[in-house]
């Protein structure tokens, strides 16, 4: 496999920390190879006292500039074309490297992504998909926030395109897709999603109807597609939560020495709890419907996490993810659900 | 106080269930009188053996109907109009009683709401507006779901009542405001939330500009604002998350002895976090905007959840917010926020 781009200037933290999560992705995945890109003093500085063996599958692309995480997407494009994210993204482009790994500023990566490498026939908007914890292990969910609303036609796409993902990258035979509304009768939400599930209702793939919020971690559906404002909504919510109950436990536990000692006593059993849901171990959302792979990491996504995020880029190039999602549209038509009349 | 129209019939629990509600809620509030609206035998069987003093609170009106929880809104306007909901409605705009509290039919209590209360001068749209638990105590959102989207104008006329909401019934000197939004800069997000950022920047509301899912919590904001949709999707996520959390615990409470033991100790902190974010402490959503007041309980809801309800309803009549609201939008000039040119 070629090797994956790495950005390792852009993001909340300082590049050492990304540097950091691309070390633990090579230390655990012996056959990975990256490339990183970026200030190479800096780089430099960090790798030159590595075992041999790591450095041997790491090289450096120079890049002079780093997009903001504030920047507008436009001047990101139109300013920034030696920036570290905009050089990762060229590398897939020009073939050198498999995929490109990001944790910086969403928007102009999501814009630098669709102006370098472009859509796949048959797809109008590239989705950000990501696993999701839930009941029966994890769920995929897409948008979560490429684009800021989507059609009932680009729904189809964002569901074909999370199956293929499922059942090619996750290997499960027959993902269960549902659509995300306010309700799970018919005549529920808005015309948008009515629209879609019509559409998907007709389509070749396994569709179990509208879901709710609480759907996507019940293990009733394991593809859940709605458009990219909703799905964002949703992510942050769920890390809200997760974070607000974290809290209170935390406080709880601390209010009192009884507390404290059943803080002790509880303590391996909460860790494994924290480490089954550690929005951590599911870092690395796939931008997917693009003719390259393109992951963003969590900006506040430490080393690693970030790690995380370069294995989740390795193991969809392995599968030919691109390759994939290019034949499965092919097949259904333009990227239209068969049987869809539109 | 004039009596709280409870209707006894609809939700997913069995009439005695409410009934049950109804007199746990007599027995906090002192004060309170209810009309339980539904079958008069059955509710006669569940009061005849209470104590006098409660009794005495309670008045029955009969209704020969119940609203399906999968009917249409339209067919429950127009075919059930002597539903227990419809029933519990109309005692309200009849000036029997001070609220409605209902678990039945989302959609069809809304429908119901509007046809027979109408909204106020200046609103377009209600909007159910509820309190979610958060780090500085709790944030109250809106709209979770009566409409399945929502314009510029409509957002502001949201914020407007949940500032009301938070100030004048539950006492925050000048509630910060949020409107939801997949990022915090100004130029994230799609055209009517932009629109509304607008509306918002300029009205007399303390407005602190757009706030993402996770902020929900962060007690850095007292009000979210968002469309039915998206709320009702933040909502069903959270309460998702939450569930997914304890069901973790609990299994990996039980997978060993010690894991057992360590449970044991450490439960009665979790039983005081989970007590803390107990979605049936934080029962009973508010119809906002309309000639009455109307409180939804969740549709699961049990006795001691549907009780929530009832005093949240008791506590909106108290504080006459049907007026609050009716004034404070009649000096903002017609529900739109000051300063705005629309």
Chains 1, 2 share one sequence.
Not at 237 to 245: N, P
Not at 270 to 283: G, I, Q
Request: include cysteine; glycine fraction near 10%; proline fraction near 4%.
């Amino acid at each position: 496999m070629l090797p994956i781009a790495i950005d390792v200037m852009s993001g909340d933290h300082p590049p050492p920390e990304y540097i950091a999560g691309a070390l633990s992705a090579l230390r655990e995945d012996a056959a990975l190879r990256v490339i990183l890109v970026g200030d190479p003093s800096l780089i430099g500085a960090r790798v030159s006292s590595i075992p041999k063996e790591l450095r041997e599958r790491i090289e450096v692309v120079p890049a002079s500039e780093v997009v903001a995480m504030s920047e507008s997407p436009r001047e990101a494009i139109r300013r920034k074309k030696d920036s570290s994210m905009r050089v990762a993204v060229d590398l897939v482009k020009s073939g050198r490297a498999a995929a490109c790994v990001s944790a910086g500023n969403t928007g102009a990566l999501n814009a630098i992504a669709h102006f370098v490498l472009k859509t796949l026939p048959g797809v109008e908007r590239a989705a950000i998909i990501s696993a999701i914890p839930a009941a029966h292990g994890h769920t995929h969910m897409l948008d979560l926030g490429a684009n800021t609303k989507a059609t009932p036609e680009q729904l189809g796409q964002f569901a074909a395109m999370g199956c293929i993902i499922s059942r090619d990258v996750y290997g499960l035979a027959a993902p269960r897709i549902g659509l995300l509304n306010i309700g799970e009768e018919d005549i529920k939400g808005h015309e948008v999603v009515q629209a879609a599930h019509v559409l998907l209702a007709t389509s070749h793939l396994n569709y179990v109807g509208f879901v709710e919020g609480d759907d996507i971690f019940s293990g009733d559906v394991d593809v859940v597609v709605t458009d990219g404002f909703t799905g964002n909504v949703a992510l942050k919510t769920m890390e809200g939560a997760a974070a607000l109950i974290a809290d209170r436990m935390r406080r709880e536990f601390h209010a009192s020495w009884l507390g404290r000692l059943a803080g002790l006593a509880a303590r391996p059993v909460l860790r494994r709890v924290a480490a089954s849901l550690d929005p951590r171990r599911y870092n690395g959302a796939c931008m997917v419907g693009l003719t390259g792979i393109v992951v963003k990491s969590h900006g506040r996504a430490d080393g690693m996490a970030f790690a995380r995020a370069i294995i989740t880029a390795a193991l969809a190039a392995r599968r030919g993810l691109t390759a994939q999602i290019a034949q499965a549209l092919a097949a259904q038509g333009a990227g239209t659900p068969q049987g869809s009349t539109t």
